[in-house]
């Protein structure tokens, strides 16, 4: 069952004389607001708060929480955005005294543990990308990937270079220019291939000694696997480049390769992505870089470094790299999150990291094939983690676009998948259902899409139907309002 009632402002349920607590009278002098606060910062009238009970309080934000979706409480086929469920073990662990409890201006030796485990985390984070230099300040992907640009400006720098120009793929995630941007570089948007793979002619037309970084996602945004990667980065390399692979996308190939292996300089994780750690609305998150050995000079600061004594004893410490490009966040990242990561690896193991991935592209299929029938797939025959179908044709035939498609999801209870990215697919819903999603889910979600390509047009216009919001503006008005329970398909 859904909520789909109209939940009321507090101020609207307030009654004036209701409590959620009586206080004693005060034992103590007390002073008016007058004597606390200058009165240029006092309102001539002080705001009217609303007056409610403690169970008014709770019920308000429980029904308000039951609008909302999650990944505990709906299907996110979300491509390109990886919504993986949350394990509540790593909630759990990640609460454990001792961890929670330590201040980050402790000094290192009255944190060991906590180094311990981050120092891990650095460890398999450089393994899985087999790239050796690790910093986990970035508290996001895409501050990881102007981290790593900036470890970029600051190599070439010190190389006496001015290399002005980032390079990267039609495809490419909108975080990428708009890092390289705020970097200080120029962008150059190189076309895609009639399949959607990199250009090899137009990137070494692209690409010469002012060329500084190709940003590219792989496997892309299409979901396919570039088999011309290696050829690109050397490309890059035979220029004095460097290839930065955007890592959003790596629930599809951790421990199957690396783009340490197949050309890649530096990339980013989103550990929140990859890793389960929860995300969301812009936060919490965390963006590890991983560099080869001759950026590690330049990765922002503090590292977690580990020294061996002579008797065996074990001690870890924080050092900042010595041309370091500076902080990037405050102390050693967002640790709330990387501690999620780090249970989830020692949770799986080497084995289930690979297991995971080849989970989450055998459901990708799985779901491409059954929705075949209704919805063409434009590139790739097979799919790795996502895929990108095209509503174009039922737009042409029956005047259904992505976005209706995507509204009316809502009402079956399924997030919507992205839609209209990447560009390069027109009328585009990007699937991907993740690893942890069965068969029956996948079944329940196909047969909805398939439902409604076949519902009236004009219908599909006005979705949501069972929502208390639906479209603003003009949709909104020419829609009543479902006030009212409403099952959705799944229950």
């Known amino acids: ?213 190709f940003m590219v996602t792989n496997p892309n945004t299409l979901g396919l696997f570039e088999p011309d990667i290696a050829a690109a980065a050397q490309i890059l390399h035979d220029a004095g480049g460097l290839v930065y692979i955007d890592g959003a996308n790596m629930n599809a190939i951790m421990g199957i390769t690396r783009p340490g292996d197949f050309g890649g300089d530096m990339m980013h994780y989103n550990v929140h992505k990859t890793f389960t750690g929860p995300h969301g609305a812009g936060g919490p998150g965390s963006g590890p870089i991983g560099v080869r050995d001759f950026l590690k000079d330049y990765l922002p600061g503090p590292i977690i470094t580990k020294t061996t004594a002579a008797e065996g004893a074990v001690t870890y410490d924080l050092t900042t790299p010595v041309k370091s490009i500076g902080r990037v966040r405050t102390h050693f990242g967002n640790v709330g999150i990387l501690l999620r990561g780090y249970f989830y690896l020692r949770t799986l193991g080497a084995q289930g990291v690979r297991d995971a991935a080849e989970q989450a592209i055998l459901n990708a299929n799985y779901l491409k094939a059954i929705l075949a029938p209704v919805l063409n797939v434009p590139m790739g025959k097979y799919c790795l983690h996502e895929f990108v179908a095209s509503a174009s044709d039922v737009l042409k035939s029956r005047g259904i676009s992505a976005m209706e498609i995507a509204k009316r999801l809502l009402d079956f209870g399924f997030h919507a998948p992205t839609v209209y990215f990447p560009l390069v697919v027109p009328e585009a819903l990007m699937m991907e259902p993740t690893e942890t999603e069965s068969k029956e889910t996948l079944d329940a979600f196909a047969a909805a899409v398939q439902m409604i390509l076949e519902e009236d047009p004009e219908f599909l216009k006005l979705a949501p139907h069972t929502l208390p919001i639906s479209r603003p503006s003009d949709v909104q008005a020419a829609r009543q309002p479902v006030l009212k329970w409403t099952p959705c398909l799944r229950d």
């Not at 962008?187 to 959607?196: D, F, K, S």
């Open 1 to 213: 069952m859904r909520n789909t009632q109209a939940v009321q402002l507090l101020s609207e349920l307030s009654h004036t004389g209701r409590r959620a607590e009586t206080f004693p009278p005060a034992d103590v002098p007390t002073r008016s607001l007058n004597e606390m606060i200058p009165a240029d910062f006092l309102a001539a009238q002080p705001p009217q708060l609303p007056e409610l009970t403690e169970p008014d309080v709770v019920r308000h934000y429980v029904n308000l929480s039951t609008l909302n979706m999650s990944v505990d409480t709906h299907f996110y086929p979300l491509g390109s955005c990886t919504m993986k469920y949350n394990p509540k073990r790593h909630e759990r662990l990640a609460k454990l005294p001792g961890i929670i409890d330590v201040h980050p201006y402790q000094s290192p030796a009255n944190m060991q543990g906590l180094l311990a485990i981050l120092y891990e985390t650095q460890e398999m984070l450089a393994e899985i990308a087999g790239l050796p230099a690790v910093s986990m300040q970035p508290a996001a992907g895409a501050q990881g990937e102007l981290t790593a640009l900036l470890v970029a400006s600051a190599y070439f720098r010190d190389k006496g270079e001015h290399r002005t120009k980032v390079v990267f793929p039609a495809s490419a995630h909108g975080t990428n220019p708009a890092s390289a941007a705020i970097a200080g570089f120029d962008c150059i948007q190189l076309p895609a291939t009639a399949n959607g793979f990199i250009d090899l002619d137009a990137l070494r037309k692209a690409v010469d000694k002012n060329t500084a970084v």
